[in-house]
């Protein structure tokens, strides 16, 4: 697996390099998340590699108190090798689904704060509700730990996971009550849920055809330059063919001319 990551590492460093070196604006290729992403993607092997032999240089000099700087140090190596997984986020440079993913995200950044906000409002008015129904109409389920609602904060995992119709199933309402305020907070989940998301499947749907769009533009003006330069060479071809007969032709015709010319004997002078 070493092996592996150290040829696609290499890979994708060659890559990034040249990309950088033929970037018209170095400033805006620095800018860039894509751009950003592979850099964060890269660096940690590099530093993990770096790291590794200076700990194997080291490892028998440090002790004692050198043992808590290693072991933080491990950590941050272990927090950079698991951004490795970055590697995935590469795929967006070749996959219209994924382009259209983060340009419908970035678009839809207001819908996804009203889904947030909805969320929070809807959690905040039924976390109070089944906490009161359970702890008043219910006492027994304080004898039952596992499905206990104890608190108001306890019970807005239950709120979000049913609000969601998730249901875990680590909390539920057993008083008549409590049934009663989870089925009104499921309906009202699927509302809210169903609110943002057709204005966010209209984004999506209108980004992927502009994309869609857009990768035939550029295909079509890549594939018509092509054309024009292969149309192009023909034409040069067919002008130096044309130059060749006609100089050809031309010292053909001087040579049949010279042959026709009379010579006058040397007498009749």
Excluded at 38 to 55: E, T
């Amino acid at each position: 697996m070493f092996v592996v990551e150290s040829i696609c590492v290499a890979w994708f460093t060659l890559e990034f390099v040249l990309r950088f070196i033929n970037a018209q604006s170095k400033l805006a290729f620095a800018r860039g998340p894509l751009n950003i992403i592979d850099a964060v993607a890269i660096l940690p092997y590099y530093v993990s590699l770096v790291v590794d032999i200076k700990d194997e240089s080291h490892e028998d000099v440090i002790m004692g108190a050198g043992r808590g700087y290693l072991d933080k140090l491990s950590l941050i190596l272990r927090l950079l090798r698991a951004l490795r997984i970055l590697y995935v986020m590469r795929l967006a440079r070749h996959s219209l689904g994924l382009q259209t993913l983060g340009v419908t995200m970035q678009r839809s950044m207001r819908e996804f704060g009203l889904l947030l906000l909805f969320v929070c409002v809807a959690v905040t008015l039924f976390s109070p509700l089944v906490h009161l129904a359970e702890s008043e109409l219910a006492p027994f389920a304080a004898t039952h730990p596992h499905h206990s609602f104890s608190s108001i904060p306890a019970s807005y995992w239950w709120a979000i996971i049913s609000m969601t119709t998730v249901g875990y199933g680590d909390m539920v309402p057993r008083s008549i009550p409590g049934q009663i305020v989870a089925l009104t907070s499921i309906l009202s989940g699927i509302l809210i849920m169903a609110f943002p998301a057709t204005s966010i499947f209209h984004t999506f749907s209108r980004s992927y055809q502009e994309l869609k769009q857009e990768y035939k533009r550029v295909w079509k003006e890549e594939r018509d330059e092509e054309i024009a330069a292969e149309s192009g060479k023909s034409c040069s071809k067919e002008d130096s063919s044309r130059d060749e007969l006609k100089s050809v032709s031309k010292n053909g015709n001087d040579g049949m001319k010279s042959s026709k010319t009379p010579t006058l004997p040397s007498a009749a002078f």
